[in-house]
């Protein structure tokens, strides 16, 4: 009856794929929205990412109305991703105030998915050694606590005709809003970043 019932629901619990290519990554995961660690892991292999220096302390994270795991989770998720899929992570505080407004992501950015549980197992990077590293405390905060985080990309050329696959220098960016938790993250060029971002800001 076990092996009956896996046999009729399995499909229903976990899609089931049959890969084409030699890759984790398969296409249908963009139409799906799904797994975009896993091309995540393969695109910043070797970059030199540029990212936000935007670490909050305890009494910071009150002031915005923010539960108090943001200040454990916030930024150091991001940065110990980077780390684990073997990225050079540059923090520039110069970009902490940088937003991707909404005709700008409408126009130049493509979906990759949802990134809830990309950030979920990053409490396997942390060096947090009470409570809030430990597997419980990310899962709540991340499902339960939280609404969906996206993560979006800009695959157009750039001024220099790279895109963020083939160009060496990337930016992830996120929006930091107070009384808000959930920050989308952003990814593309570093000269995309300079030229059409910073810029204008």
């Not at 794929?17 to 929205?33: A, D, H, S």
């Not at 935007?54 to 200040?71: G, I, R, S, T």
């Not at 809830?116 to 606590?145: A, K, T």
Request: hydrophobic letters at 35%.
């Amino acid at each position: 009856m076990s092996g009956l019932y896996d046999i009729r629901l399995l499909g229903k619990l976990l899609p089931i794929y049959r890969p084409l290519n030699q890759t984790f990554y398969q296409t249908e995961f963009l139409e799906n929205g799904e797994y975009p660690d896993s091309l995540l892991m393969l695109l910043f292999k070797d970059k030199k990412v540029y990212v936000k220096d935007e670490e909050f302390l305890l009494y910071q994270v009150e002031e915005q109305h923010k539960h108090f795991l943001y200040a454990y989770y916030h930024a150091k998720d991001v940065y110990s991703f980077l780390d684990y899929a073997g990225a050079s992570t540059i923090r520039d505080d110069k970009m902490n105030g940088t937003m991707i407004d909404e005709d700008r992501l409408a126009e130049d950015f493509t979906e990759l998915g949802i990134t809830n549980d990309m950030f979920r197992y990053c409490f396997m990077y942390n060096d947090i050694q009470d409570e809030p590293g430990r597997y419980f405390n990310y899962y709540w905060y991340y499902y339960e606590l939280l609404d969906t985080i996206r993560a979006y990309m800009n695959i157009m050329p750039d001024s220099n005709g790279e895109t963020v696959f083939d160009a060496d220098e990337l930016v992830i960016l996120w929006n930091t809003v107070d009384g808000t938790e959930e920050e989308d993250i952003y990814i593309m060029t570093k000269d995309y970043y300079d030229k059409e971002v910073a810029e204008y800001e």
